[in-house]
């Protein structure tokens, strides 16, 4: 069962801030983030594992609740680089295999 | 330098119709990928690969098969094309399974009329 996302779609005025939700009905061992422009590929955002250990390589923060398998992305003075379709993908037992949320559709506008 | 790319960008064909995506990359990764991307953007896993081997196998029709000739290059082949495979077709990469980054492909966008 794939993860739900919410919101399905926010937008913004450049500067501010948003988070965006992720939720799984089946334990997860990770969360991952990724993010989507239109007619591109998604690109890695942000990893978070089981036990509090994240690893990503762009300045947005995500947390990982363990036991209510919820991670939240939070986007701070919001850029219009960041619009985009955010998607979250849970992580399994089997490495590798991830199921992705729905996707929450982010605009910044000027 | 492209880390994975995918051939061809867009296919148009009619249904009935067989056709192949084929997917490479030059970053040494061991462990390959294909997901579809619905017109609701909605990005599902089809296969998987590790050094050739197949490890991930969805619930997909057997109409399609993926080929990894060596661990670099991941192949996908659609027998008898139906309307319902039209999407954008994701190949991706990472360093090995344990590693969770994930490099995704440009993508193919497959229209079946």
């Known amino acids: 069962q794939q993860p739900v996302q919410s919101p399905q779609a926010v937008i913004l005025r450049e500067g501010e801030d948003a988070v965006i939700n992720c939720s799984s009905s089946?334990?997860?061992?990770?969360v991952h983030w990724y993010r989507q422009k239109h007619g591109e590929a998604p690109v890695f955002l942000m990893i978070?594992?089981?036990?509090?250990e994240q690893k990503g390589h762009e300045k947005i923060s995500a947390s990982f609740n363990e036991k209510k398998q919820q991670s939240s992305l939070y986007l701070t003075a919001s850029q219009l680089s960041y619009s985009g379709t955010y998607f979250c993908?849970?992580?399994?037992?089997?490495?590798?295999?991830?199921?992705f949320g729905q996707g929450t559709i982010l605009t910044v506008h000027p | 330098d492209t880390a994975v790319s995918q051939t061809p960008k867009y296919l148009v064909t009619q249904m009935g119709n067989d056709k192949s995506i084929k997917c490479e990359q030059n970053?040494?990764?061991?462990?390959m990928y294909w997901y579809k991307q619905d017109s609701k953007k909605f990005l599902k896993i089809m296969f998987s690969?590790?050094?050739?081997?197949?490890?991930i196998n969805e619930t997909v029709p057997n109409r399609f098969s993926p080929k990894s000739p060596d661990k670099a290059h991941l192949n996908l082949h659609i027998n008898s094309l139906e309307l319902g495979d039209s999407a954008v077709y994701f190949c991706?990469?990472?360093?090995?399974?344990?590693?969770?980054?994930?490099?995704f492909g440009p993508g193919t966008r497959l229209t079946v009329t």
């Open positions: 991706a990469s990472s360093q090995n399974q344990q590693t969770y980054e994930q490099y």
């Open positions: 993908g849970g992580g399994g037992t089997s490495y590798g295999k991830l199921t």
């Open positions: 089946k334990a997860l061992y990770s």
């Open positions: 690969y590790n050094n050739k081997e197949l490890i």
């Open positions: 970053l040494g990764h061991d462990t």
């Open positions: 978070l594992l089981k036990g509090g």
